[in-house]
């Protein structure tokens, strides 16, 4: 149900330039809305610019976000710095004509600025990162900014001393040397560090990390393949690790891990632990019994090596704590690990199943028909083609606080779940009907009742016609990724007409098809990995 509030921004947005001394009767914070919405509306046009600049960009602003907008370039940067405004939050997310000239136009609107976002950049070089100076700066986030070198995080690091968490996820040009620089520079100061896919770096940073870090709380490893695993053991024991994400890292060997799940368990204070696609060889029961049992988060999606005994001991010893698990991709699983959940694990709210050919989880019955099914927010059983329906009824009959499902590629996913999944689950904000037998019937009823979604995949199902789309644009206000590939009958004037009573930014990659007039939707999954064979893990799709 959209509000009388929202309804009355959406009307400013669209008439920003018609409304006269529009800004006398906005609070900061509706102007930090509303350019939020001009972004992700593309209605940052030249008709519109001046309008804008005068009205919404004010001294006030404490909190600027312009995501995913082709228009937003550095002219832009430019008027918004001539507010003269020192917001706490600056976000530039996705906008391709923004370059080093733009990031000169926001290095003079730093002073105040404790976070600073600046992601999918690709004209963002290490040249116009050395402008950033700060001592107020806590938080940078430069994921997939891929001209950035070593050189522009090293100056950003002298320049922003009190940086706690950064971000520097798909920086490929980035390595050891550049790792050890911000180990010495940040110090203690850093809690929090993501480095996804800096294939360069070895256990050198690692090392310097436990050497010169103890505070560091998060670190993110995923895609880093020449970490061996020796700098891992000396990280954990020096620094207070409490999240530790070491996915697709296949040079580290079973002994290393050995000692790493030893050192945590010694310390008492991890709780979160991914491992997604590990390949390490012999993965033993013996091993796993070395995992600390204050883990609450746990992923071994891919994990090859696993078997239902080794579940069945993880279980046993950390089913009174766990919180998530997921063993999506494990192609040696059968039913017999589910007994192991359905009687170990008393808190679960996050179960992810994905691809898992030998399993019907029948056993998991009970679990989702007992008190503990209000427990979960994230089921994932998406390719798992040989679940029991009587189980897919179970979760969407009594897993009432649900926020993220994925029921793609399962057999008799029809009409009747999606009735079920929307008289039960108000809180759905993710969902996937991939490949299922559902009909416009069914798209509209989730689409009425479930009017948090922000993310719907029906993707492959030949039958849905423009009904459902006009059904998700009327009833699904925060609508942010509608995936609808292969939906051959749903027309490019379905998808026009999705993107204006939506409030969100709605991402459709559409191609045309000449002959029947129609849009194919082409499914993109917005996640940061590149590589098919980490994304079949990843995706919840």
């Known amino acids: 149900m959209k ?45 519109n610019a001046p309008s804008i600049s005068y009205h919404l960009f004010s001294p006030a602003l404490q909190r600027v976000n312009l995501s995913y907008c082709s228009q937003v370039d550095d002219k832009i940067l430019y008027l918004l710095s001539q507010s003269r405004c020192t917001p706490r939050s600056i976000s530039i997310d996705n906008c391709p004509q923004v370059t080093d000239k733009g990031l000169k ?32 700066i ?55 560090l993501d ?24 670190a993110v490893f995923d895609g880093c393949v020449r970490i061996d695993g020796s700098g891992l053991i000396d990280m954990v024991e020096m620094c207070n690790i409490t999240s530790l994400s070491i996915s697709f890292c296949y040079k580290v060997c079973v002994q290393k891990l050995e000692v790493v799940f030893s050192t945590l368990r010694a310390k008492g204070s991890i709780h979160c632990l991914e491992m997604l696609g590990i390949t390490v060889s012999p993965l033993t029961v013996e091993v796993l ?14 994990v090859q090596t696993l078997t239902d005994s080794m579940v069945d001991m993880i279980t046993k010893k ?22 192991s959940l359905a009687l170990q694990c008393t808190f679960l709210e996050e179960l992810g199943m994905r691809n898992l050919q030998a399993v019907n989880g029948t056993d998991l019955l009970k679990l989702f028909t007992d008190k503990r099914a209000k427990n979960f927010k994230v089921v994932t059983l998406s390719g798992s083609k040989n679940m029991s329906v009587k189980v897919v009824y179970a979760i969407t009959s009594n897993c009432t606080n649900l926020e993220i499902l994925t029921l793609a590629g399962l057999r008799n996913v029809t009409d009747e779940v999606a009735s079920a999944i929307a008289h039960s689950c108000p809180n759905l904000q993710q969902v996937s009907f991939r490949n299922t037998d559902l009909t416009d019937t069914g798209v509209c009823d989730v689409a009425v009742h479930c009017s948090k979604l922000t993310m719907v995949a029906l993707a492959g199902i030949h039958s849905l016609t423009d009904k459902s789309v006009i059904a998700l644009a009327e009833n699904v206000p925060y609508l942010e990724e509608l995936y609808i590939s292969g ?55």
């Open 138 to 192: 806590t938080s940078v986030d430069l994921s997939e900014c891929s001209s950035i070198t070593g050189p522009g995080i090293a100056s950003l690091v002298s320049e922003c001393p009190n940086i706690s968490t950064l971000n520097v996820d798909g920086l490929h040009k980035v390595a050891d040397e550049t790792l050890v620089y911000v180990a010495q520079c940040l110090g203690e100061k850093l809690e929090d």
């Open 289 to 302: 019994s070395f995992f600390p049992p204050s883990l609450t988060h746990l992923s071994l999606c891919g």
């Open 318 to 339: 950390l089913g009174q704590s766990l919180l998530k698990i997921d063993l999506s991709n494990c192609l040696h699983l059968t039913d017999s690990f589910c007994r």
């Open 105 to 136: 136009c926001l290095s003079q609107m730093l002073g105040y600025a404790e976070q600073l976002t600046l992601k999918k950049l690709k004209h963002l070089t290490s040249e116009g990162l050395k402008l950033v100076r700060s001592e107020a």
């Open 195 to 218: 480095a996804t896919d800096l294939n360069l770096i070895t256990c050198v940073s690692t090392r310097a990390l436990a050497e010169h870090c103890p505070n560091l709380t998060r």
């Open 3 to 47: 509000t009388l509030h929202d309804m009355c921004l959406s009307c400013i947005a669209r008439n920003v330039s018609k409304i006269n001394r529009l800004g006398t009767f906005l609070s900061s914070k509706h102007k930090e809305i509303l350019l939020e919405r001009l972004c992700w509306h593309q209605l940052f046009t030249d008709e």
């Open 487 to 541: 939906c051959a009958r749903i027309t490019k004037q379905a998808v026009a007409y999705l993107k204006v009573p939506t409030y969100m930014y709605v991402y459709v990659h559409t191609c045309m098809c000449v002959e029947c007039n129609s849009t194919h939707i082409h499914i993109h999954t917005h996640l940061r990995t590149h590589t098919p064979t980490r994304d079949t893990h990843r995706t919840v799709l």
